[in-house]
């Protein structure tokens, strides 16, 4: 009798190969996610620094800060006469449709009412909402005023996720 060379693999050796790619899949993919959410906050950051800028600029031209909120799709709905939707970014992302944040300027303590607090004039806060389809479960809303103070709300004690 002459005996054939098996070739190929074991069912129990397929089941090890797949069961190490789970375990490693397992452990990658928190990893991974974190970073995404890592690299997102940063990209608001950024846009909200941007946005302080921008509103610096607006302020030695025009000698008041834009108010202004936007809504989930992006469009600015302004406070004051000029459209902010065409004066700033409104977004942080390279596009509307793949923005993660929308960013938001108002004045800093709260309603800016002549008289009894600080009107726009004299501080804007820049505030940077996660969109819901991209939440951040550890930091909700970034913030920066023009007098330098940034904060953060969310979930995190950890100061440094928030503005390293």
Do not use: H
């Not at 004066?87 to 960013?103: I, Q, R």
């Amino acid at each position: 009798m002459t005996q054939k060379n098996q070739r190929g693999f074991t069912l129990i050796e397929v089941l090890i190969v797949v069961a190490i790619v789970g375990i490693l899949a397992s452990i990658a993919y928190p990893a991974y996610s974190a970073s995404v959410i890592k690299g997102k906050r940063a990209q608001a950051r950024t846009a909200v620094a941007e946005l302080l800028q921008q509103q610096e600029r607006y302020m030695t031209q025009r000698n008041a800060y834009l108010e202004f909120t936007t809504t989930i799709s992006g469009a600015a709905v302004s406070t004051a006469p000029t459209t902010a939707s065409s004066t700033f970014k409104v977004y942080a992302g390279d596009s509307v449709a793949s923005a993660s944040y929308k960013l938001e300027a108002s004045c800093c303590y709260g309603t800016c009412v002549s008289g009894t607090v600080p009107t726009i004039n004299d501080c804007v806060r820049v505030n940077a909402t996660p969109i819901p389809s991209t939440a951040d479960p550890e930091v909700s809303v970034l913030s920066m005023t023009s007098t330098g103070i940034k904060s953060c709300s969310g979930t995190t004690s950890n100061a440094a996720l928030c503005w390293p």
